[in-house]
């Protein structure tokens, strides 16, 4: 058995879409980020750096509980872990494992702050919202030619996909018009978007979703400000 412990963001949704592709048991705990639940003690004992997700494997290697921190290794460990979407050829596996790392290294990150700029920023940047739209289109670029010649990101369905959609679908909220522009993105989005274990996980602790209208100072603060950079020992 597997606890999880995560909070619907696009990280999170990551973990449960692979949870509910390998079928393995777990349980879902939320952790409510807007309200510093990430910072507890016992949070902080199997995720160091305060972020979701995290997991406990009940049944991790030896048969011991096996704690992990950061999506893409947890991604990894459960590819391993169930013999699924990571081959194991090496040259295979390493085409997942290279574009499961620009999700980590750019679309995560790039997403991320074209998010913060447009959304959350309490005062708007023009500079900082052109630098990381103009970078997120670039990604889709990246990807675009990718897919134009390969069905999924890294040849057959795999983590990399897991971890790359949820950001996409993310993104898309902007209605930019992206999908119009990248054909071969729209098209492969639409085919994971249809996978019954997708769209399972992303009803997880989905009833736990806060609209970004009803975040209050204190949890601005928990999230960007000062609750988040607090030094703890």
Same mark, same amino acid.
């Given at each position: 058995?597997?606890?999880?412990?995560?909070?619907?963001?696009?990280?999170?949704?990551?973990?449960? &879409?692979?949870?509910?592709?390998?079928?393995?048991?777990?349980?879902?705990?939320?952790?409510?980020?807007?309200?510093?639940?990430?910072?507890?003690?016992?949070?902080?004992?199997?995720?160091?750096?305060?972020?979701?997700?995290?997991?406990?494997?009940?049944?991790?290697?030896?048969?011991?509980?096996?704690?992990?921190?950061?999506?893409?290794?947890?991604?990894?460990?459960?590819?391993?872990?169930?013999?699924?979407?990571?081959?194991?050829?090496?040259?295979?596996?390493?085409?997942?494992?290279?574009?499961?790392?620009?999700?980590?290294?750019?679309?995560?990150?790039?997403?991320?702050?074209?998010?913060?700029?447009?959304?959350?920023?309490?005062?708007? &940047? %023009?500079?900082?919202?052109?630098?990381?739209? %103009?970078?997120?289109?670039?990604?889709?670029?990246?990807? %675009?030619?990718?897919?134009?010649?390969?069905?999924?990101?890294?040849?057959?369905?795999?983590?990399?996909?897991?971890?790359?959609?949820?950001?996409?679908?993310?993104?898309?909220?902007?209605?930019?018009?992206?999908?119009?522009?990248?054909?071969?993105?729209?098209?492969?989005?639409?085919?994971?978007? %249809?996978?019954?274990?997708?769209?399972?996980?992303?009803?997880?602790?989905?009833?736990?979703?806060?609209?970004?209208?009803?975040?209050?100072?204190?949890?601005?603060?928990?999230?960007?400000?000062?609750?988040?950079?607090?030094?703890?020992?």
């Amino acid at each position: 058995m597997i606890d999880l412990y995560s909070w619907p963001t696009p990280n999170g949704v990551k973990i449960t &879409i692979m949870l509910e592709e390998t079928a393995l048991p777990y349980t879902a705990h939320p952790i409510d980020i807007t309200k510093g639940e990430q910072f507890a003690d016992e949070f902080l004992s199997i995720s160091p750096n305060n972020k979701i997700p995290a997991l406990v494997d009940h049944d991790g290697p030896g048969g011991d509980d096996f704690t992990l921190f950061e999506s893409g290794a947890i991604l990894m460990y459960l590819a391993e872990k169930t013999g699924q979407f990571m081959p194991s050829a090496m040259t295979d596996r390493y085409q997942v494992i290279q574009w499961l790392m620009f999700q980590m290294g750019g679309v995560g990150p790039m997403f991320g702050q074209a998010n913060h700029f447009r959304k959350y920023a309490p005062e708007q &940047i %023009n500079y900082a919202v052109q630098r990381y739209t %103009n970078e997120a289109k670039r990604l889709y670029g990246v990807m %675009n030619k990718r897919l134009s010649h390969h069905e999924y990101l890294a040849g057959d369905y795999s983590i990399a996909d897991m971890a790359t959609y949820p950001w996409v679908r993310s993104y898309q909220g902007y209605k930019d018009g992206l999908f119009d522009e990248f054909s071969h993105v729209k098209r492969w989005f639409e085919t994971i978007d %249809n996978r019954p274990a997708v769209q399972k996980g992303l009803t997880v602790l989905k009833e736990h979703k806060v609209e970004i209208d009803k975040l209050g100072n204190d949890a601005f603060s928990t999230l960007f400000g000062d609750k988040q950079y607090a030094s703890r020992k």
